[in-house]
């Protein structure tokens, strides 16, 4: 099973920060990795998929990027709608997704 | 627009059997596969499995084999995911997703059900 390690597991952040979140899977993933945005008591959202292709709907401040096994979420300027816990998700094989990374107010 | 509609909460004993379901509209039920993800409280998302509603095939994660199983009802558009033997640890909320294609990546989402396991 590939296994998908995300850090770091908390971040601490305020409004306009620039956040960045890595994802790194056990063996190489090519660019099959997804990242979706939870919300307490919600579903989880799609926010991209295959790296870097934005779904559609959601804003342009959230990009991502990588290969192979490295992979990183940015947020280029936290807005207060952006607290929330994001994941990684391979589907190279199947589907496994990272622990997941919680990005509370500073 | 895509709608997936789950069942509601369940409370089960330990040693018993649990069966959720996901009722699908908006869309063809039978272009698209359904997946099975739960989450455990406070914990990550965990990939159970995957349903081809056209043919009915399925793919388990190795974690379930033996206990889960997922079928389909195409006169209502729903699937179904069943796990036996539940134990505390199966504990969690579990979600129907609508894979896009055949990618193991999901645009749509149930709204969960929350399952507790607990004598």
């Known amino acids: 099973d590939i296994q998908m390690t995300q850090s770091p597991s908390t971040l601490s952040a305020s409004v306009g920060d620039r956040v960045t979140i890595t994802c790194r899977a056990s063996?190489?993933?090519?660019?099959?990795l997804a990242w979706y945005q939870q919300k307490p008591g919600k579903a989880p959202k799609l926010l991209i998929y295959?790296?870097?292709t934005l779904e559609s709907g959601v804003p342009s401040r959230f990009s991502g990027s990588g290969s192979g096994t490295e992979f990183t979420l940015t947020i280029s300027s936290l807005q207060s709608d952006d607290f929330a816990t994001y994941y990684c998700?391979?589907?190279?094989?199947?589907?496994?997704f990272g622990g997941g990374t919680t990005v509370e107010i500073k | 627009q895509v709608q997936l509609v789950q069942s509601g909460a369940e409370v089960k004993k330990p040693g018993a059997s649990m069966k959720v379901s996901c009722k699908a509209s908006?869309?063809?039920?039978?272009?698209?596969?359904i997946h099975w993800v739960r989450q455990a409280p406070g914990q990550g998302l965990e990939w159970m499995g995957i349903?081809?509603?056209?043919?009915?095939?399925?793919t388990y994660a190795q974690n379930f084999q033996g206990r889960v199983t997922m079928t389909r009802d195409t006169s209502t558009s729903t699937v179904y995911v069943e796990l036996s033997s539940l134990r505390s640890e199966d504990t969690a909320v579990y979600y129907c997703?609508?894979?896009?294609?055949?990618?193991?990546?999901?645009?749509?989402w149930g709204q969960g059900t929350l399952v507790t396991v607990s004598s």
């Open positions: 908006g869309y063809t039920f039978t272009s698209y596969y």
């Open positions: 349903i081809n509603p056209s043919g009915a095939s399925t």
């Open positions: 998700q391979q589907y190279y094989s199947y589907s496994t």
């Open positions: 063996q190489i993933i090519s660019t099959w």
């Open positions: 295959k790296t870097s």
């Open positions: 997703a609508r894979g896009v294609g055949a990618t193991y990546y999901f645009q749509h």
